[in-house]
């Protein structure tokens, strides 16, 4: 059975970040407040469907190791300071 899921808005009202915990795994966040939130996406889940577009877990994280242009939707950098501060309040 294929886990699937479903995201209300656009691709591109979304930030993906690489995890900093696992190794095939990103975390999605909406920009629109209060709507889908954030999301910890491990191997489990085969496919991401937005609004305007889905894409494979695999697809994400292959885009991952060769993408380094700046307009992609896919954020590489998590921060790390800002993660931290949030865990000690």
Do not use: P, W
């Amino acid at each position: 059975m294929m886990m699937k899921i479903v995201f209300k808005g656009k691709s591109s009202e979304y930030e993906i970040q690489r995890s900093c915990f696992c190794v095939d795994a990103f975390v999605i966040k909406d920009k629109i407040e209060e709507r889908d939130g954030v999301d910890f996406i491990t191997s489990n889940v085969d496919l991401l469907e937005f609004s305007d577009d889905s894409f494979t877990f695999e697809e994400i994280v292959k885009h991952f190791n060769i993408c380094d242009t700046e307009d992609m939707i896919i954020v590489e950098d998590f921060d790390m300071k800002s993660n931290k501060d949030n865990q000690n309040q």
